[in-house]
C-alpha cells in the first residue's frame, strides 16, 4: 500500500495554499481569510456549528501529504480543508481574519456539546501525484459508479422511512411499495420510476380521482375496489418506468389530468365501484402503533368468532396503552356483560 493512517495534532495539519477551491493563496491566514470570507462563509459556519455538536465525520478522513523543505512533522492537507480550517478556528477563534465571523465561532466553540479533538486520523501518502486519483474520486461526480453516486429523491425518502420519519415523498414511497409488495410492479420497474413524478400525480385531485385514491396528511387510501384500484395503479406506474412521461410532460395540472385519462382510456378501465376507505400502510405498521397490544393467551379452539355472542373472547387479553381507547373499551366491555 501507498499510504498509511497516522493520528497527527491539527496544529501540524497545513492548509493546503493550491487547493481547488480557491486557487492560489500566499500563506495560511489568507486561506483563513477566503474561507471566512468568501461564498463558503455560511457553509463554513454550519460546518463548525455541526462539529460542535457532533463532532467531526469519522467516516471521513483528511487526505495529507508531508510538507517540503525538511519540516517533517508538518503536513499539507489535500483533502478537508474545510474541516481543518474549522477545527482550528475552534481551537482557536482568533485566528478567524473576520471580525464577525469570529465572534461566531467564539460564540460556536464556547458552547460545544462534545470535547473538540487537538487531533486528527489522516490518510497520509507520500506525494501530490500519489493522492491526486483519490481526490478525483471524491470531487469528480459518479464517474460511472467509480465515484460517489449521490442520492435522488427516493433514496433519501426510504432512508428517511428507515429512520422513522416521513419525508416530502412519503406517499409517493407508499404507493410504489404497495405496487411492488402486490407484484402489480417489479422491484426493476420500480427503480426506474421517479419518485417526484409519482408524487405529483398523487398530489393532483384529477388523478386521485380516477384510480380510486384519498390522500390525508401525507397517508393513502384506497376507496375503488381492489381489482380496478391494482390496475389503474399498475397501468399508471408501469407508464411512468417507460422513460417517456417525464418531468415537462407531466408539469401542469392539465398534462397529468390527460396523461390518466389518457391511460385510462387506453387501457379501457371503465369505472370502479367506491368503497369505504382501505388505507395503504407499509408492511411495518400494525396496531401497535395505535397504543393497543394483543395477545392471545389460549390456543384457538376452532370455533367460528361470527357466531360468538360477545365482542370479545374471554381467551384473549388486551393491554391498551393509550388512555382513550381503553375508555371506549372500558364502555364496550360494560355492554358485554
Not at 119 to 145: K, N, S
Amino acid at each position: 500500500m501507498n499510504f498509511q493512517k497516522k493520528i497527527i495534532p491539527i496544529e501540524s495539519l497545513l492548509l493546503d495554499p493550491e487547493n481547488a477551491r480557491h486557487g492560489e493563496q500566499d500563506d495560511q491566514n489568507a486561506v483563513l481569510k477566503w474561507m471566512s470570507t468568501g461564498k463558503d462563509k455560511a457553509k463554513v459556519i454550519i460546518l463548525a456549528q455541526s462539529i460542535a455538536k457532533n463532532g467531526p465525520n469519522p467516516s471521513e478522513l483528511p487526505i495529507v501529504i508531508p510538507a517540503g523543505d525538511g519540516e517533517q512533522r508538518l503536513y499539507i492537507v489535500l483533502e478537508g480543508n474545510r474541516r481543518i480550517a474549522v477545527m482550528k478556528m475552534l481551537h482557536d477563534p482568533d485566528k478567524c481574519p473576520d471580525n464577525k465571523v469570529r465572534a461566531l465561532f467564539h460564540k460556536i466553540s464556547k458552547s460545544a456539546q462534545v470535547t473538540l479533538p487537538n487531533e486528527m486520523e489522516c490518510v497520509v501518502y507520500p506525494d501530490f501525484e500519489t493522492a491526486a486519483m483519490w481526490i478525483q474520486l471524491r470531487h469528480q461526480g459518479e464517474q460511472q459508479g467509480a465515484g460517489i453516486v449521490n442520492w435522488g429523491a427516493k433514496e433519501t425518502e426510504y432512508f428517511a422511512k428507515r429512520l422513522g420519519r416521513r419525508g416530502r415523498y412519503n406517499a409517493a414511497t407508499l404507493l410504489l411499495d404497495y405496487a411492488t409488495n402486490k407484484n402489480i410492479i417489479t422491484q426493476e420497474e420500480s427503480n426506474r420510476i421517479p419518485i417526484t413524478n409519482v408524487t405529483r400525480l398523487i398530489n393532483s385531485p384529477d388523478v386521485r380521482r380516477e384510480i380510486g385514491l384519498h390522500q390525508r396528511e401525507g397517508k393513502l387510501s384506497r376507496v375503488a375496489d381492489e381489482e380496478y384500484f391494482d390496475i389503474a395503479v399498475g397501468d399508471m406506474l408501469k407508464a411512468l418506468s417507460s422513460g417517456y412521461w417525464t418531468v415537462s410532460k407531466l408539469k401542469s395540472r392539465t398534462l397529468r389530468e390527460g396523461f390518466i385519462k389518457k391511460i385510462k382510456e387506453e387501457k379501457n378501465w371503465g369505472a370502479y365501484e367506491l368503497k369505504d376507505e382501505t388505507p395503504i400502510t407499509d408492511e411495518s405498521e400494525n396496531v401497535s402503533k395505535a397504543g393497543v397490544e394483543y395477545k392471545q393467551e389460549k390456543k384457538y379452539s376452532g370455533r367460528d368468532p361470527l357466531k360468538r355472542k360477545t365482542p370479545f373472547s374471554s381467551s384473549a387479553t388486551i393491554k391498551i396503552l393509550n388512555k382513550r381507547l381503553r375508555i371506549i373499551f372500558q364502555e364496550l366491555k360494560k355492554d358485554q356483560c
